[in-house]
């Protein structure tokens, strides 16, 4: 099991910026950014696959870039123009399927400790 372990979290204000990074001890096929705030579900941000495929949440699209240095095994996440509604704890997953259209991926085996992000207005 490949082992996931996220960087870069932190407070910012509004219109801000943060860059996250995820660390992967070994091979991933499909990486992926989600996040969860307080009384809400996980839900996806952006992933990557095998082959360069990317999607983003609708919320995020245009604001937000996903992007995986290979001979690093580390996804990043670049974070423009955060708003306050962006508050939430940031996880890394890898798996072994395919990015799925709300920025996830399928077949997930592995998840990051997570890292916070908090945006005030």
């Known amino acids: 099991q490949v082992q996931l372990v996220e960087s870069g979290g932190g407070s910012v204000q509004a219109g801000g910026s943060l860059r996250l990074s995820c660390a992967a001890s070994?091979?991933?096929?499909?990486m992926a950014w989600f996040r969860q705030a307080p009384g809400k579900e996980r839900e996806g941000v952006a992933g990557?696959?095998?082959?360069?495929?990317?999607r983003y949440a609708d919320s995020v699209r245009g604001r937000f870039t996903v992007s995986k240095d290979n001979a690093k095994n580390t996804l990043y996440l670049q974070m423009n123009s955060l708003k306050p509604e962006d508050t939430a704890m940031y996880y890394c997953?890898?798996?072994?399927?395919?990015?799925?259209?709300?920025?996830?991926?399928?077949?997930?085996?592995?998840w990051g400790q997570g890292t916070q992000v908090t945006v005030s207005s």
């Open positions: 990557i696959s095998g082959i360069g495929s990317i």
């Open positions: 070994g091979y991933t096929y499909c």
């Open positions: 997953a890898a798996g072994t399927g395919g990015v799925t259209s709300g920025g996830g991926c399928t077949n997930i085996g592995s």
